[in-house]
């Protein structure tokens, strides 16, 4: 091999030898790669009811919404492939702004998972966009039905009560959504909102 074409293998090499993860990578050092010990199952991630907890108590509004993010991932699968693919079209649907058949998709998706909270939550939503505040309502409660700290859920009910100048509602479902979720952004701005319409001001 000429001297030209060996560099050229070696530069190839090293390039392929950047691209192993580190933890396959043989230690130069002779020292073993640390593994888990064997036979040590993996750590359970915490449950839903864990999370929910965690996030009543959380007085850090950036660990609060990582917190809330891990709730709503855990939330957002069906368990059914076809649903979640359904969903994930009304999705697309949503962002191309066909609400229609959005509304269409996700008929299918609350028919297939009847008991999948999130499946209501999303369906109430492309209502809410169609303009449709009655059946947006009716999906929102029962979403909450299923799962009732469904914080997003609540949130949404108290926009479209107040939406519908139905203030005493509204600030219900605010409370409630601060309830599950303290750190929730602008929940407390519509509270101290509502608060002194609803219950009145203090002399």
């Not at 991932?73 to 492939?81: I, K, L, Q, T, V």
């Amino acid at each position: 091999m000429t001297p030209t074409r060996l560099l050229a293998a070696l530069v190839c090499l090293s390039g392929l030898a950047l691209d192993i993860p580190a933890a396959r990578a043989a230690p130069e050092t002779g020292r073993p790669v640390r593994t888990a010990p064997e036979g040590k199952p993996a750590p359970k991630p915490p449950s839903l009811d864990d999370l929910f907890a965690r996030l009543r108590a959380s007085e850090d509004p950036a660990e609060a919404k990582g917190i809330a993010r891990l709730i709503e991932r855990r939330m957002a699968g069906s368990g059914s492939p076809t649903a979640d693919l359904l969903t994930d079209r009304a999705r697309q649907a949503v962002t191309a702004h066909d609400f229609p058949l959005a509304a269409e998709l996700m008929d299918r998706v609350t028919a297939l998972e009847p008991n999948w909270s999130e499946g209501w939550n999303r369906r109430a939503t492309v209502f809410w966009l169609l303009s449709d505040k009655d059946d947006a309502l009716a999906d929102l409660q029962r979403a909450l039905v299923l799962e009732p700290r469904h914080f997003e859920a609540w949130a949404a009910m108290g926009r479209i009560y107040e939406s519908l100048d139905d203030k005493a509602r509204a600030l219900a479902a605010f409370r409630r959504a601060r309830a599950l979720y303290p750190q929730m952004e602008k929940i407390g701005e519509a509270i101290n909102r509502l608060t002194p319409e609803v219950d009145g001001r203090d002399l």
